[in-house]
């Protein structure tokens, strides 16, 4: 039991010396070329994104045409020194090809979201700051990712969208602001020129409702009751809540010092007897 053991050793280490003395010089090649491939596409790498940042592209884009040239490098520097010391690629091809199958098909809403954003990169439709809403959602763009876009709403809650979801909709590009409208009722017989005015002073005196665009305020309606005043505006989305009760407490305040009566629904009811 011992003897065939030792015989068993011996022929696996005949084996192993006889193909390290055939093919020793290949070996150090293949490691040789291996290493320079490393070498090569960590340079290569780094060379292209250096160069696409110095254009202006977009960082996630740029990480990931560096990260894809540095695979592709890889991957050749591999077949070739695989091909050195004497091992046929052709059933590595053949399994790499089955698998990137399997792969593909089960990962298909996974890719899709990355085929998404590599066209949101590099067409920019919209970029990290600016305010978008699509499908029912809205909100300031936070991050863009290869397989999401994160935004933030109103009310600071993060909101992740696969890409897919962006990508062939309808999209809204308010850019960094969002659009805030606001109503208020006066007297008929109320002076409305000095309502608007005190309207766009209370605007006015708020730093953070933007000028560009200026705020719009004007009539909006005649009611039964009231003449309506709109006012609408734009302010950061982060903030938009908190501002807009700002200026809805200016606007009230300013109106009832003015002592401009903003009046109430009234209804004439008659008794027939």
């Known amino acids: 039991m011992i003897n065939q053991e030792i015989e068993q050793i011996e022929r696996y280490y005949n084996i192993i010396r006889e193909y390290l003395v055939t ?55 591999v077949v070739i020194s695989l091909g050195k010391i004497g091992i046929s690629i052709t059933p590595f091809v053949a399994a790499i090809g089955a698998a990137s199958l399997g792969a593909g098909l089960a990962l298909q809403g996974m890719l899709a979201n990355y085929g998404a954003g590599l066209a949101i990169i590099a067409t920019r439709p919209f970029v990290i700051g600016d305010t978008i809403s699509i499908k029912g959602v809205s909100g300031q763009v936070k ?11 109103e009310d600071n809650v993060e909101i992740t969208i696969p890409n897919k ?48 665009p200026k705020p719009q305020v004007g009539i909006e309606t005649f009611a039964d ?12 989305t982060t903030a938009l809540i908190e501002t807009k009760l700002e200026i809805n407490k200016a606007v009230f305040a300013a109106i009832n010092n003015a002592n401009i009566e903003i009046p109430f629904p009234q209804r004439v009811i008659k008794f027939i007897q």
């Open 23 to 77: 093919y020793s010089f290949q070996l150090l090649a293949a490691i040789a070329i291996f290493l320079l491939g490393l070498w090569l596409s960590k340079k290569l790498s780094k060379a292209t994104e250096k160069l696409m940042l110095k254009h202006s592209i977009d960082p996630a884009l740029t990480n990931f045409v560096g990260n894809v040239i540095k695979v592709l490098i890889i991957a050749m520097f």
């Open 143 to 153: 991050m863009i990712e290869l397989g999401h876009t994160t935004l933030i709403n």
């Open 165 to 212: 979801h962006i990508v062939g909709e309808i999209l809204h590009n308010s850019f960094e602001n969002s659009l805030v409208k606001g109503e208020i009722g006066i007297a008929y017989h109320a002076d409305y020129e000095q309502a608007l005015l005190l309207i766009n002073n209370a605007l006015a005196n708020n730093s953070k409702v933007s000028q560009s």
């Open 225 to 236: 009751s009231a003449v309506v005043l709109s006012y609408r505006y734009w302010v950061p």
